[in-house]
């Protein structure tokens, strides 16, 4: 080999060499790019992961305390021991932002809203506000009850209050205990989220953001004597990365919205120009966990009022004799 003939060999190692690695990064990037996403954006056109491929790009979505989950109510677990909880500053109002992130709506939060009791043993913190939904408020809540599916669902996110991020509270098996409250569409509208539905056409598309009006958490949940009622079981985050840190709680009480504020939520866009729709991850098997319900509460509440009413009755018959 002449000298001349030796370094175009290296020449051409160094081309071969370096389309490789051109190779190789377009390959990686390909990987990179397959975002997940939700059943309702998979087409022939689109190729994006859809909830049964979330397993490939999470391997804790394949584990076997996922959520979301199907409640049977015959089959639950009565738990007299399962308490009411304390809600701290849910009152208080607060500014914050809301976002479309590509995925759902979300409003974050700055964890001064707290709560314990319901059984969690230690305090958790509100971090944030997300929802699921269906098409033109039509079947879109990831908890299902006896088969039901609501229009919609919101998650609110709590972290045991010695974590400062959902990040780091998820490598605790129970560092995050997310409250789910299902909608009912309703006759009239629901005037308390009037902020929230009046901003959706602010930020119709991924990325975009707005300052939220001042509301308060009490103002978009169920009256609290109302939320003494719910069910309780062990599971996951119901996004990549499906993190098995979960304590749910899903409340029987659900929240009216008139047909007009749920359709609201389909004016927003995943990208590329698709509606936002259908935005929640299909039921998981329950495999060998147990759901617990906390009792018929609203029920002795109602035992209280009729006695009380007797009680009344017959006083006020006394009084008028
Ligand atoms: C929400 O996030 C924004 C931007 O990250 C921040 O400026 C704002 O203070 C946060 N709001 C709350 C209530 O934490
Ligand atoms: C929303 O996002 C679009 C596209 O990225 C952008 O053109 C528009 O300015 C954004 N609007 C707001 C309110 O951020
Ligand atoms: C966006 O959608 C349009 C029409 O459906 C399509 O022609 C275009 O290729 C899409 N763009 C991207 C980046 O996917």
């Not at 979505?61 to 849910?90: D, H, R, W």
């Amino acid at each position: 080999m002449t000298l001349h003939e030796f370094s175009g060999h290296r020449k051409q190692t160094r081309m071969y060499v370096f389309y490789s690695f051109l190779f190789l990064a377009s390959l990686s990037r390909i990987a990179a790019r397959a975002e997940w996403c939700y059943q309702s954006q998979v087409t022939c056109e689109h190729k994006c992961e859809g909830p049964s491929e979330w397993p490939k790009i999470a391997s804790a979505c394949g584990g076997n305390k996922q959520s979301p989950i199907n409640i049977v109510t015959k089959k639950v677990k009565m738990e007299g021991s399962l308490p009411a909880f304390k809600f701290q500053g849910y009152k208080e109002t607060f500014h914050s932002f809301i976002t479309n992130n590509g995925h759902t709506v979300k409003v974050n939060l700055s964890g001064a809203a707290q709560i314990n009791g319901g059984s969690l043993g230690s305090t958790y913190k509100a971090m944030e506000i997300h929802f699921h939904w269906g098409k033109n408020g039509e079947h879109g809540s990831e908890h299902t009850i006896d088969g039901e599916q609501y229009p919609m669902e919101m998650h609110l996110v709590h972290i045991k209050s010695t974590y400062s991020s959902v990040e780091e509270a998820v490598k605790d098996p129970s560092g995050v205990a997310v409250f789910g409250f299902l909608y009912e569409e309703a006759e009239s509208s629901n005037q308390k989220y009037d902020p929230i539905i009046n901003a959706l056409v602010n930020i119709p598309f991924p990325d975009n953001r707005t300052s939220l009006q001042s509301l308060s958490l009490d103002s978009l949940i169920p009256d609290q004597t109302m939320l003494s009622s719910y069910f309780r079981y062990e599971g996951s985050l119901t996004t990549p990365d499906c993190a098995e840190s979960v304590i749910w709680t899903v409340f029987e009480q659900t929240i009216p919205l008139s047909r007009n504020q749920l359709s609201t939520f389909s004016t927003l866009q995943f990208d590329n120009e698709t509606a936002m729709v259908g935005t929640f991850r299909p039921v998981q098997p329950l495999n060998s966990r147990e759901v617990f319900y906390s009792g018929c509460t609203v029920v002795s509440v109602n035992a209280v009022l009729v006695v009380g009413t007797i009680f009344t009755t017959i006083f006020t018959l006394n009084t008028i004799k």
